[in-house]
């Protein structure tokens, strides 16, 4: 992830980086978040999973265009209450381990932009393709 041509300037110039978060019940499931050890990897010293949440398990998304995906995903993350300034102004990445729609990614970053985040950026591991579903 690293070697994208952006990336390391993309995470020097960051406050914080932010992985995806899973839904409580999926990180019971799988045992850990991906995208929280990639955030990690990257950048251990701006790394936090605690400031944006996954507030309700939602059905795959798997088969579902993407404007179904996206209304799927309506109130599915929010930013923790009690640690919302520490976003206000902020340039944050977000980091995810697979992108299909960029649904997950969206809904995240709207949160985040009305928790008042300055400028957010995104880092994926892999991109796949989506399906002519939409």
Same mark, same amino acid.
């Given at each position: 992830?690293?070697?994208?041509?952006?990336?390391?300037?993309?995470?020097?110039?960051?406050?914080?980086?932010?992985?995806?978060p899973l839904s409580p019940?999926?990180?019971?499931?799988?045992?850990?978040?991906?995208?929280?050890?990639?955030?990690?990897?990257?950048?251990?010293?701006?790394?936090?999973?605690?400031?944006?949440?996954?507030?309700?398990?939602?059905?795959?998304?798997?088969?579902?265009?993407?404007?179904?995906?996206?209304?799927?995903?309506?109130?599915?993350?929010?930013?923790?209450?009690? &640690?919302?300034?520490?976003?206000?102004? &902020?340039?944050?990445?977000?980091?995810?381990?697979?992108?299909?729609?960029?649904?997950?990614?969206?809904?995240?970053?709207?949160?985040?932009?009305?928790?008042?985040?300055?400028?957010?950026?995104?880092?994926?591991?892999?991109?796949?393709?989506?399906?002519?579903?939409?």
């Amino acid at each position: 992830m690293l070697s994208t041509p952006w990336a390391e300037d993309t995470l020097e110039k960051a406050d914080l980086v932010l992985p995806i978060p899973l839904s409580p019940q999926r990180l019971a499931h799988r045992g850990y978040n991906q995208s929280w050890l990639l955030a990690k990897q990257l950048c251990p010293s701006k790394a936090n999973a605690q400031l944006l949440l996954r507030t309700r398990d939602t059905p795959s998304q798997r088969n579902l265009p993407r404007a179904e995906r996206l209304a799927n995903l309506i109130g599915a993350f929010a930013v923790e209450p009690l &640690k919302a300034a520490e976003l206000r102004g &902020k340039r944050v990445v977000l980091v995810d381990d697979v992108m299909t729609s960029g649904a997950s990614m969206h809904s995240a970053a709207r949160v985040l932009r009305q928790a008042g985040v300055l400028h957010i950026s995104a880092l994926v591991l892999a991109r796949t393709e989506s399906r002519s579903l939409d």
